[in-house]
């Protein structure tokens, strides 16, 4: 159980900071970054601060959808939106294209690795996954078909208010996917749990019969029974047949 908070707490954070790279690069972020940036800038609150705001609303929004948060779900709308704060507060913005682009991939991967890590933990999904897979349950809709709508929808309007489109929004829509289609193997404590709990169940049946480790086995002599390793019976059949003692 620690080690799961731990672990959850640590991917939330690095999510954050992961999406404020992605913010100082400056070539464009994901469709809900592309959204608070737009309404930050409208408002002159920070776009951390909007992330946070804008969670907080979207979570209002299972209501309706009968969506049960988890820890998991409280935690990323107090959590991501700081880090995000903290990531553009300290980082000064990446200048020429070449550290623009090593920001950009740095902050998909770090963001990639916190999915696998949150995802992993199993503490309830964020707040914009709930969102499309209530939408799933109660409308019926595809998650794809969900979760293109809903970005979309957040992009064009982030767009319009002024975020950043551009390469990274790209990069990430291509990239993120595959990256925590690896990240998340490494990182997911039931898998984890699973393999603990059947190392010893593999064990046993590596000393059973047959798996590779010698076991009595009877052998005829004259005189009657006698039990022997295999190696052994091997080496007593051997020497029998040389003697003609049969």
Excluded at 37 to 59: C, D, K, S
Aim: glycine share 14%; proline share 6%; charged share 15%.
């Amino acid at each position: 159980m620690t080690r799961r908070v731990l672990q959850l707490l640590i991917g939330l954070v690095l999510y954050g900071v992961g999406d404020g790279l992605m913010i100082t690069a400056g070539l464009g972020v994901d469709p809900w970054t592309v959204f608070a940036q737009g309404v930050a800038r409208h408002t002159g609150i920070g776009v951390g601060w909007i992330t946070n705001i804008v969670g907080l609303l979207v979570l209002l929004l299972w209501i309706p959808l009968r969506q049960k948060p988890g820890i998991g779900t409280l935690l990323n709308v107090l959590l991501v939106g700081t880090a995000i704060q903290a990531t553009v507060t300290v980082v000064p913005p990446a200048h020429g294209l070449f550290a623009q682009v090593l920001v950009l991939l740095a902050g998909v991967v770090v963001v990639a690795i916190a999915s696998g890590l949150y995802i992993g933990a199993h503490f309830g999904p964020g707040p914009r996954d709930g969102l499309m897979t209530g939408m799933h349950a109660r409308l019926g809709w595809p998650i794809w078909v969900s979760r293109l709508s809903v970005e979309l929808t957040v992009l064009v309007i982030g767009w319009l208010l002024g975020g950043t489109v551009g390469l990274g929004t790209v990069v990430f829509a291509l990239g993120i996917g595959p990256l925590v289609h690896i990240a998340l193997p490494l990182f997911d404590t039931r898998r984890a749990r699973r393999r603990e709990t059947s190392a010893p169940e593999r064990r046993m049946r590596a000393a059973r019969p047959g798996a590779g480790t010698l076991v009595p086995r009877p052998i005829l002599q004259r005189g009657g029974l006698a039990t022997y390793d295999d190696e052994r019976a091997r080496n007593d059949l051997r020497a029998a047949r040389d003697r003609s003692d049969w």
